[in-house]
Each structure stands twice: as C-alpha cells, then as structure tokens.
C-alpha cells in the first residue's frame, strides 16, 4: 500500500511545503513590523500611542483565540473572494495558515524586543537616534535571536497547522493521513504520515536552533 501511495505521498509533502512557505512569507513580510509595531508604541516607549497599541493588540488576541479548524471554517467566504470562488486545495489553505501566522508571529516579535536591556533603547534616544534608526540599529539586531526562535515557532505551528488543513480538503500530508490513513483503516500510513511531520519539524527545530545561537552575540 505504501509502495502504491509513494507518488502520492511526495505530491502531499509538495503541496505541504507550498501552503507553509506561502504563510512563512508573509508572517515574515508582515508579522515582523507589525510585531515592531505593538512594541514601540507600547507604554513608556518612544512611539507610546494606546490607541494604536490596543487597537493592534484587540484584533490579535482574536484572531489568536479562534482554533485554527474553525478558523478555516470562518475564512472561506474571504479565501472564496480572494481566489476567485476557489476555497479548496493548498493555495486556498495558505489563506487561513496566513491570517492564523502572521498574528501569532507578530506577538513573539513584541515578547522578544521586551526582552531587550531598557538601557539601550534609552542610551540611543539619549544620542539623538530617530525612531527608524533605533528601529533598524538596536531593535532588530538586538531582537534578532528571539526573532529566529519566534520563526521557528511560527514555522513549527504552521506544519502542525496544515495538517489540520487536510480535514477540510486543504491538501497536504494531512489529507493523505485522512483519506489514505484515517478513512480506510491504514495504520501504516498514518504512521508514514506522522513520521514525516515528526522529521521536518526536528529539522525546523535543529535549523532555527543553530542560526539562533549563530546571531547571538550578547
């Protein structure tokens, strides 16, 4: 049976790689500054807005409280109108995997910046910097190993996450653990399937450990 289903399966970790690659992008394109975002205009920094921070940090929470299986639920009338009235398969996934990945990023990035020593940020006001240029010269070089953990994280949760795309026709390694797996009986498979998710997360895991400490150079 698995012999049968290779071609299958290699599709599935295609169509996997696809859906997460599509939403890494833009949790990194957009979860980084909006992360910076809650950050700097949180209270007592240099760019202190309540409204804006609270506003910001509302619409997150939400969106981070919704299990992501109903999440894709609630997203297929956006993922319809998105796609043109597609709402199945790996690109209309990366949808839901997109909207779930980039608030949930953006949080690690604000929790990795508070990590950053108070006295930096203010000895580079103290200088004269512009809020860019603490932005770009102490913030995110400072953050940057708390950041590459918070992509590893994002990264993890979003192989997990396209699993679960398999039960609404998502495609995928869960779709085949699904139809080939769960539906017919095929323990085999299942644990063909799990293992491979098992393996890339250790990789993710392993990748985003080395280039963490890599940067890190407190």
Not at 99 to 109: E, K
Not at 186 to 193: A, K, S
């Amino acid at each position: 049976m698995i012999g049968s289903l290779g071609p299958e399966m290699i599709k599935a970790f295609g169509e996997t790689l696809y859906m997460i690659g599509i939403a890494f992008f833009f949790a990194l394109l957009l979860g980084l500054p909006l992360g910076v975002l809650l950050f700097v205009t949180g209270k007592g920094m240099f760019l202190e807005n309540r409204l804006v921070h609270t506003s910001f940090g509302f619409v997150i929470n939400i969106v981070r409280s919704i299990p992501y299986i109903i999440l894709i639920v609630a997203l297929i009338p956006l993922t319809r109108l998105i796609l043109f009235g597609n709402a199945y398969g790996p690109t209309a996934a990366s949808v839901s995997l997109t909207i779930a990945a980039i608030p949930f990023f953006a949080r690690l990035v604000e929790t990795s910046m508070k990590e950053i020593d108070k006295g930096v940020i203010e000895a580079a006001i103290a200088v004269g910097a512009t809020p860019k240029m603490i932005i770009k010269d102490v913030l995110l070089p400072e953050a940057k190993p708390g950041i590459i953990q918070g992509l590893t994280i994002t990264l993890i949760n979003l192989v997990a996450f396209s699993a679960m795309a398999g039960f609404v026709g998502g495609g995928g390694i869960g779709d085949v653990a699904i139809r080939y797996g769960y539906y017919r009986y095929d323990n085999i498979t299942m644990f063909v399937t799990v293992t491979i998710l098992i393996i890339l997360v250790q990789i993710i895991q392993i990748t985003g450990d080395r280039l963490s400490i890599k940067v890190d150079k407190r």
